[in-house]
């Protein structure tokens, strides 16, 4: 049953570790491959062959391959529209350097938790589980609360209650990992509680998750309305604008009219009538714009009255 377990440990930490470097390089970089079973089979033979070599219990060989893999993933299963394999095979292999002093941040806690509750005897067993699953909630937090925010670009901020929300989960999470702690003092093997950490652990990952997409659809859909709005005002100044230059198109037309009316009176030797004319159309023109001024001083009286 121990030996399971450790299996079940490992396999849990590189899961882990794989979904969070899958998911960065999917939202920083663009895909090689357009066929998506590409990317599921290659997550499931890393995290099945990390598993093997967690099982060696050797961290400096853990680091290395974990090393080697991210890289070559990175330049062969990505790119960037300004292609450069270097940097982007650098940033993702100090994510995985990241992730590892997470992980130690989160062993050094569970000592200092150990020390304070004075728990001494931890089953080895127990103990190696309990190291996965604190150094993976650290992990977890840290990377989708400061790590993500600063690797990856992205246009979206962090809201504030994405910020209580972590820190909610986080203190759930801790208190209730503390609670399970009570029941591996004095060598006792808790199966169960074991098995819940890893719930817990799994739990977090898919939480954070899911509140930091609902914080993004929630910022994207705001800025949706606000460009719709912006668009309906656009419009608005559009179809404005087209009134007045149908309305400019009508009097210039109205005025050729009047011009080659003129013209042909002048050209028929009626001088009189086409002066008459014209005057006619001044006083017209002249009392249009008259009325127009008292319109609008009408308006404004109105509105201060």
Known sequence: MNTILLVLCNALSCFIISTI??????????????NRYVYIVIETVTVIFTTCINMLNHSILNLVVW???????????????MDKPLRRIIECEALVFCMSVCESLGVILLQCILQAADIKNVNETMLYCLEVTFSKVILIFLYYTFINRFVKKSDVPYAKTRYIMYGMILL?????MGVIVENFKNGE??????????????????????????????????????????AKVQYEYYLTQTKKYDQTVQILHDVNKHIKAIEGLYGAEQGNTAGEYAAEDQRAVEAAHSGSIHRKSDLEHSSYG
């Open 172 to 176: 759930y999470s801790l208190i209730n």
């Open 21 to 34: 470097l899958f998911q960065f390089m999917n939202g920083k970089y663009k895909k090689s491959s357009q």
């Open 67 to 81: 090393g080697v893999l991210t890289g070559i993933i990175a330049y062969a299963l990505y790119y960037e529209d």
């Open 189 to 230: 093997e808790n199966y169960l509680c074991a098995v819940n950490m890893g719930c817990i652990v799994l739990a977090d990952l898919y939480l954070l998750y899911f509140v930091k997409m609902a914080d993004e659809k929630n910022y994207y859909e705001k800025r949706l309305i606000a460009l719709e709005q912006q």
